[in-house]
């Protein structure tokens, strides 16, 4: 019997790749409590992170157990493989997959020999700086024999674990904290060996990661709404550029790293649950506040407001709030359709949005519309959304974006369309005004967009709209998801593009190929 493949995305159209984040993770160190089914309910909370592949580890103080597979987690796990999974201490992962393809073999957390023992790590980010690292691993080991990368494991993941194999006599700990700052990009880790859970978060804090409190124990997790679901509460965010362990002892931190913050600031637009929040920041009224901010920018005569589901539900109810136009759900989402097994007629993929999406002709029949997105990327699902509200009846179909255009690739863990693929890269607005049918478009300000998560600019990441990159790349061969499978080892090259450098030479052809 077939299994699901776990690519319950958010794209409306079949083939049609919305941005992905990389991963979410979940560690917990809890005594007396069902660890295995903790870490279940943490990824189900993240499962919105990456739906490709799930696993979890566990520890009883002397043995390491590890389970993963393709899938979603309500796919990969039930009763029978929880029971199995014992112990007080757990990491968890679901991934989208950024650097290297999702394969089971890149499943997390992944598995690897220290000097003391064992580590069983998961990871969220995308580090810039793999093929540095993969030049290291050659250099201690040689060509890899056992492990991750024996198995054909392709992942920055898979390089961090074989370098945290250490000295004889280095413990764990130890060997970490020299590597840890040898790291470039985006990562935020929880792993463990048998008696100990660490997490660990870059200088930038490019991804979020929070730690929680239970009653007989800690949680660390990608979101606070993971805390939420397994009744931890909310302590702290694991601070950028900070190295914390948990154990019989307690919790202990340090840093290895001076924080130099460069949050995501997509996480608020998109990537991030609603009842999440970030920096002390309510995702939910973040987005709230982005609408409002939008209908100001972009004011229209219309009679209702309607957000594409359910990414644009928030600032749909921000927008109609400030513009005094009435909110109203025009569109119906199936949330039960993901990608189906049946390969559709060219006539039924022409139609595929309606999979997931039907208009509500009775609501929006001789309506002018304002619809509210989070983001264009390629503009073919805005485009058939406009076709088929006109369909409906729409009399007119106004389109308000509460992001401004995407124009670059993310090389810190979330997965665009390349920048040759992004519409908003090539042409104005009022061409992708066109390009979508619909009768105006509008994107938020920049300043609008930052004013609305109540971050300050400079702790912003805001590459994907600005091409300015918080932390530094490498040269075009030294990139890429697929750098570590294309066959050969990567060429040595510059550690900075240079000020003058075009980003588009930094997508390889592997960059371009669609995702499987």
């Not at 709404?225 to 397994?230: F, M, S």
Request: proline fraction near 5%; glycine fraction near 10%.
């Amino acid at each position: 019997m077939a299994r699901g493949d776990g690519k319950l995305s958010h794209d409306l159209l079949p083939g049609e790749k919305g941005p992905q984040d990389a991963c979410g993770v979940f560690g917990v160190w809890a005594p007396g409590e069902e660890v295995a089914k903790m870490t279940y309910y943490g990824l189900y909370a993240l499962q919105h992170r990456g739906q490709e592949s799930a696993g979890i580890a566990t520890s009883d103080g002397k043995r390491i157990n590890v389970y993963k597979d393709m899938g979603l987690v309500s796919q990969v796990f039930d009763e029978t493989t929880l029971n199995t999974l014992t112990g007080h201490i757990a990491v968890g992962h679901c991934r989208y997959s950024t650097t290297g393809d999702s394969t089971w073999a890149n499943a997390q957390p992944t598995l690897g020999a220290t000097a003391t023992g064992t580590v069983a790590l998961a990871h969220n980010g995308n580090l810039t700086n793999s093929a540095e690292l993969y030049e290291k691993v050659l250099e201690k080991f040689g060509k890899p024999d056992r492990g991750e990368m024996a198995q054909g494991n392709t992942t920055d993941t898979a390089l961090v674990t074989a370098l945290m194999a250490g000295q004889e006599g280095q413990s764990l700990e130890e060997r970490t904290l020299e590597l840890l700052p040898k790291l470039r990009g985006a990562f935020c880790f929880t792993f463990m060996d048998e008696g100990t859970l660490y997490a660990a978060r870059d200088p930038a804090g490019v991804r979020p990661l929070v730690l929680g409190r239970l009653e007989r124990g800690w949680v660390v997790a990608s979101e606070t709404a993971a805390l939420d679901i397994v009744g931890a509460s909310f302590v702290r965010e694991i601070e950028p550029g900070e190295f914390i362990a948990i154990d019989e002892n307690g919790l202990r931190s340090q840093r290895f790293a001076e924080k130099k913050a460069a949050g995501c600031v997509f996480e608020y637009v998109y990537l991030a649950r609603p009842d999440t929040a970030i920096n002390g920041r309510s995702i939910h009224a973040a987005r709230v506040e982005m609408g409002r901010k939008l209908a100001k920018e972009h004011p229209v005569e219309a009679d209702l407001v309607i957000p594409t589901p359910e990414s644009g539900t928030p600032a749909a109810i921000g927008y109609a709030e400030a513009s005094g136009i009435p909110y109203g759900q025009g569109l119906v989402k199936n949330a039960y359709v993901g990608r189906t097994f049946i390969q559709p007629s060219q006539t039924i993929r022409q139609l595929g949005i309606r999979l997931k999406l039907n208009p509500l002709k009775s609501v929006v029949q001789g309506k002018r519309l304002v619809v509210i997105d989070d983001s264009i990327v390629r503009g073919n699902t805005q485009r058939a959304l406009v076709r088929m509200l006109r369909e409906a009846g729409a009399a007119e179909v106004h389109v308000r974006i509460s992001s401004p255009p995407i124009k670059w690739p993310c090389f810190y863990g979330i997965d665009f369309a390349t920048r040759a693929e992004l519409i908003a890269n090539g042409i104005g607005v009022e061409d992708v005004r066109a390009s979508l049918g619909a009768d105006s478009l509008g994107y938020i300000s920049e300043e609008g967009m930052i004013e609305a998560t109540e971050q300050p600019r400079e702790q912003l990441c805001t590459a994907c709209f600005t091409g300015e990159y918080p932390i530094e790349l490498p040269s075009a061969d030294r990139l890429g998801k697929n750098l570590l499978e294309r066959g050969d080892e990567p060429e040595h090259g510059s550690c900075d593009p240079g000020p003058d450098s075009d980003l588009e030479n930094l997508l390889t052809a592997e960059d371009k190929k669609e995702r499987v």
